[in-house]
């Protein structure tokens, strides 16, 4: 299985920051052979052959870091399965204020057109034995 590209890009993104900050890790991103489809491979492996169903993010990246610091390192099979990356969304107090007068509009509309809405009559019939009332 190919990793999802959000796994790729959030992988790729912690390798850069680490690269632009620690000297001696930046020379082992340009290692020849290595590429982000194989470290994500190599991650998926190693979390595989852990058998554990979560990790921390810094135990996954340590994986990435692991992978471009060895010169010679076993990539494994390509496999299936589903990888989730949690991100977080911070939005500013503009934005919560925005989001919540959103809803709040939403909900009164909806209430609105539930309380104007015309309840439907229905006629019933009464049959008084065989004769059929009209009142």
């Not at 992988?11 to 290692?31: G, H, V, W």
Request: net charge negative.
């Amino acid at each position: 299985m190919k990793a999802t590209d959000s796994f790729k890009e959030t992988i790729q993104s912690y390798l850069a920051c680490r690269a632009a900050t620690d000297e001696l890790f930046a020379p082992n991103m340009s290692k020849p052979g290595k590429t982000i489809d194989d470290c994500c491979t190599y991650i998926m492996n190693t979390v595989k052959n852990s058998g554990c169903n979560g990790f921390a993010d810094d135990e996954i990246f340590g994986m990435a870091v692991h992978y471009f610091d060895e010169d010679i390192i076993e990539v494994g099979k390509p496999i299936t399965g589903h990888v989730v990356v949690n991100h977080t969304i911070s939005l500013s107090e503009t934005e919560q204020a925005e989001a919540k007068e959103a809803a709040m509009k939403k909900a009164v509309a909806e209430q609105l057109s539930h309380l104007t809405a015309k309840p439907k009559v229905v006629k019933k019939e009464v049959v008084v034995g065989d004769q059929i009332s009209l009142f």
